[in-house]
């Protein structure tokens, strides 16, 4: 079965500090690795795509990671400001149709003075 | 330029109502989806339209039709609304009928259902 399993479940970190999340997937075959951001009371927002050969791709405070050969993938926000409170999803998009989205859980992350 | 819109943003029902969930894309996108997302699970697809005037079944279609109204507007309708379909609906778009670029989210609908 199609999995995505993100950890932590929720993180509390001070402002200015940095984090990484992690992602691990057994969708297979494999297409492209998404991330989302989730503020609360919205719906999620791309913040990287990438596909099975980028190993990085950045989005201004946000690196994420993939390493397709383990199927782990991470999330590292440099510098966290108090609005990259949110869930943060992982989503795998496995080959074949437009359906084949497999979303994880997500980690709820806490930015605090 | 508004993206997706998703209306009502909230409603209550009671247990054997029916409703229409309505969503609308101005970006000219293919194809549309149906989320639901419950505490401690991820985004389930309902329902998809790869392009205007098909619609296929996810992976929790039960108690939901669909309809594309054109290539702008996905409705999901709830015949006779029960307490399970409690939950935040997401109407999504995307580019391309394979989704390979990033969908674009409404900002859900929270239903509750009494």
Redesign the interface.
């Known amino acids: 079965k199609n999995q995505?399993e993100q950890s932590p479940q929720s993180l509390i970190i001070l402002e200015g500090k940095n984090c990484t999340l992690q992602c691990n997937y057994t969708v297979s075959p494999f297409?492209?690795l998404?991330w989302y951001k989730q503020d609360t009371?919205?719906?999620?927002?791309?913040l990287t795509?990438m596909t099975f050969s980028e190993n990085t791709k950045s989005n201004g405070r946000y690196t994420a990671t993939l390493d397709a050969d383990t199927k782990q993938s991470s999330l590292h926000i440099t510098a966290s400001q108090l609005s990259d409170s949110a869930s943060y999803?992982c989503v795998v998009?496995g080959g074949g149709?437009?359906?084949k989205?497999?979303?994880?859980?997500?980690t709820r992350l806490q930015v605090t003075l | 330029n508004a993206g997706v819109t998703q209306t009502p943003k909230f409603q209550v029902l009671k247990t054997g109502q029916s409703m229409t969930l309505q969503c609308a894309q101005d970006m000219n996108h293919n194809s549309m989806y149906w989320y639901r997302q419950d505490p401690g699970m991820g985004l389930r697809l309902i329902y998809y339209s790869a392009s205007e005037g098909t619609t296929d079944k996810g992976e929790v279609p039960n108690g939901y039709n669909v309809s594309r109204l054109n290539k702008r507007e996905f409705s999901l309708r709830l015949e006779s609304a029960a307490p399970s379909q409690t939950s935040v609906y997401f109407c999504a778009s995307s580019g391309t009928g394979q989704g390979e670029y990033g969908y674009t989210f409404g900002s859900g609908t929270r239903l509750t259902v009494v």
């Open positions: 995505v297409s492209n998404r009371g919205r719906g999620p927002v791309s795509i999803i998009r149709t437009a359906s989205l497999t979303f994880g859980t997500g």
